[in-house]
T-cell receptor, first 113, second 110 residues
Framework: DGGITQSPKYLFRKEGQNVTLSCEQNLNHDAMYWYRQDPGQGLRLIYYSQIVNDFQKGDIAEGYSVSREKKESFPLTVTSAQKNPTAFYLC????????????FGQGTRLTVV | GQQLNQSPQSMFIQEGEDVSMNCTSSSIFNTWLWYKQDPGEGPVLLIALYKAGELTSNGRLTAQFGITRKDSFLNISASIPSDVGIYFCAGQRGAQKLVFGQGTRLTINP
């Protein structure tokens, strides 16, 4: 079945450490996105990518980094520079940037301990 | 970044009741989407609206694209326990990124 897969489901990180969240899709979508979700808030865009080897900052990119070496993969690294990293992270993809029906993964809950 | 104003923020209803929620913006959007998120999961697309005035149904769900293009509405008829979750609206304007509302948390008492 086609879909978008995030791993791991739960992730614990010590303060000062970098951690990478995985996102893979087999939908042949060009565009991929990373969102952050905090309790009681909507989804905030961290980074997005329209094509391989290209990506743009979203609304809250500080403390995060991404790469897009393959069409299917868009990993997100939460760096030690992110002051409040504990959150629920969602990856999404759509056929192309601007095509609005985005499909989401199941999310990764990151907790800093 | 811009966010949509979604209301109500939370709803507590009895099973079988109808539900209404809405989303408003100060800006015009070309597309409105409604998603549902179950606890600990990613949002799932329920309905997509592409034309002002459009009324679209998906089972017990009905959504409308406001005539002014600045709002959208979602109705759920005869609610059941599996309707529990957070409902998000999202809008898009031109080639810009999706903008999401803060969500409406629906709780149903059996």
């Amino acid at each position: 079945d086609g879909g978008i897969t995030q791993s791991p489901k739960y992730l614990f990180r010590k303060e000062g450490q970098n951690v990478t969240l995985s996102c893979e899709q087999n939908l042949n979508h060009d565009a991929m996105y990373w969102y952050r979700q905090d309790p009681g808030q909507g989804l905030r865009l961290i980074y997005y990518s329209q094509i391989v080897n290209d990506f743009q900052k979203g609304d809250i990119a500080e403390g995060y980094s991404v790469s897009r070496e393959k069409k299917e993969s868009f990993p997100l690294t939460v760096t030690s520079a992110q002051k409040n990293p504990t959150a629920f992270y969602l990856c999404a993809s759509s056929k192309w940037e601007g095509f609005t029906e985005a499909f989401f993964g199941q999310g990764t809950r990151l907790t800093v301990v | 970044g811009q966010q949509l104003n979604q209301s109500p923020q939370s709803m507590f209803i009895q099973e079988g009741e109808d539900v209404s929620m809405n989303c408003t913006s100060s800006s015009i959007f070309n597309t409105w989407l409604w998603y549902k998120q179950d606890p600990g999961e990613g949002p799932v697309l329920l309905i997509a609206l592409y034309k002002a005035g459009e009324l679209t149904s998906n089972g017990r769900l009905t959504a409308q694209f406001g005539i002014t293009r600045k709002d959208s509405f979602l109705n759920i008829s005869a609610s059941i326990p599996s309707d529990v979750g957070i409902y998000f609206c999202a809008g898009q304007r031109g080639a810009q990124k999706l903008v999401f509302g803060q969500g409406t948390r629906l709780t149903i008492n059996p």
